[in-house]
């Protein structure tokens, strides 16, 4: 930016200069820092997706397709719309174990119930979502009321669901396996809505697709502008002091499990309706794929670190890996191994990121002295103010007060609250 000589021109640049703030606040902004912005949440999965697209794209030229990049983006979009909210709950510091089973749970309790008692499926349907919003509720509830770790308190949920699955579908069906509901009133118009498709030139895109992009572009929208989004931060970083400014973590968190459990929910609806029908035992270790893709893409197991774009490159490095492995002929006994030293890398990737990037506030310059801040060759000398004039630091018409950027941090905004 150019500046002339003049007296006013060299008091405008402080108001440009970055200012020390909470560390969170300020990665969320790009752009002040180039370390800062290195040590954004999606930049180190970013740059690993790129390269194992481009591994693959070398070594499994099934790969190079259209069609088969769009098969990728279903498979990462079913773990990718669960993964949104398991990242937004680890976040907030909370696991939530029981996030693949209840997927499973969601599509049974919506076949059951209408083959069963023969209604619409639409009744099903809500029935189904009142069902994974208490379960989500009782999960949040518990994990607050008692200060049990909600590790234990979902894994409690998880054994329940899995065993509740398979012992209420055989009392009902008389199998471990739902009944084909595509005969019942309200199909056609469920799978428009959960498991339709559409053809662009050869290859089929699954509307799950576009579901998981809504469903990251609202997430993230939520924790970069709605101040959700801060008190997600804030009681994930720290829920006492949180607390203490105003932030309802309660109610917070409890929402958050709930998110989740929708979620789940909505991907329950999309097996259901495309299969027809759904196993018992499906969704178990499905938990672990959300929490991994959370992890691969920058969420921190602490909470208080992570967000929407990065958790969707995680899932897409997912997709990536599970059908890669089999376009490119290899065994995919190797994908188990391969996933574990993925979330081993991510790890050991992030908590170097967490570093860099707590560094990095200790190298954000503080506010410069006087001296530096009226650099004019033509003006005189940055002696100290006179009594007779008006401070540098003063506001006066010619030299306004610059306004700080506020600080998107968890306290900040609390305090505004």
Not at 230 to 242: C, E, L, R, T
Request: with cysteine.
């Amino acid at each position: 930016m150019s500046t002339s000589p003049g007296a006013t021109a060299p008091a405008a640049e402080p108001a440009a200069e970055p200012t020390a703030g909470p560390a969170v606040g300020r990665w969320l902004r790009p752009g002040l820092h180039p370390r800062a912005l290195l040590a954004r949440p999606e930049v180190g999965a970013l740059a690993a997706a790129v390269v194992i697209f481009l591994f693959f794209l070398l070594v499994a030229p099934s790969f190079r397709s259209f069609a088969s990049f769009c098969t990728v983006l279903y498979q990462s979009s079913t773990i990718g719309i669960v993964a949104v909210g398991v990242g937004l709950l680890m976040i907030g510091g909370e696991f939530d174990l029981s996030a693949g089973v209840i997927t499973t749970s969601a599509g049974l309790v919506n076949s059951m119930f209408c083959w069963y008692f023969g209604v619409n499926l639409w009744v099903g349907a809500v029935l189904s979502l009142g069902f994974c919003l208490l379960v989500g509720f009782l999960n949040g509830w518990l994990v607050m009321r008692t200060g049990i770790p909600s590790f234990l308190i979902t894994l409690g949920t998880f054994f329940v669901l899995q065993g509740a699955n398979l012992g209420v579908t055989k009392l009902v069906t008389g199998s471990v396996s739902s009944r084909d509901i595509s005969a019942i009133d309200g199909f056609d118009s469920l799978r428009k809505v959960f498991a339709s498709s559409f053809t662009v030139g050869p290859a089929t895109v699954w509307i799950t697709v576009l579901w998981w992009a809504l469903f990251v572009g609202l997430a993230a929208w939520i924790l970069q502008r709605a101040r959700t989004g801060n008190w997600i931060y804030a009681v994930g970083g720290s829920a006492d002091s949180a607390r203490a400014v105003g932030v309802p973590v309660v109610r917070t968190k409890i929402g958050l499990f709930m998110a989740v459990s929708f979620l789940g929910w909505f991907v329950g609806m999309h097996l259901l309706y495309r299969f027809n029908t759904l196993q018992a035992g499906n969704g178990v270790g499905n938990e672990f794929l959300y929490i991994i893709a959370a992890v691969v893409g920058g969420t921190l197991l602490t909470g208080g670190f992570g967000n929407a774009l990065g958790v969707a490159i995680g899932a897409f490095i997912f997709g990536m890996t599970s059908l890669g492995i089999v376009y490119a002929g290899w065994d995919p006994n190797w994908f188990k191994a391969f996933l574990g030293v993925m979330l081993l890398l991510a790890v050991l990737v992030n908590t170097y990121v967490k570093r860099l990037a707590t560094s990095s506030t200790r190298f954000t310059p503080p506010p410069p002295e006087a001296p530096t801040r009226n650099p004019s060759p033509a003006g005189p000398p940055p002696a100290e103010p006179s009594p007779a004039g008006p401070s540098p630091a003063e506001p006066s018409p010619a030299n306004p007060p610059s306004r700080e950027p506020s600080s998107r941090g968890a306290t900040a905004r609390g305090k505004e609250d």
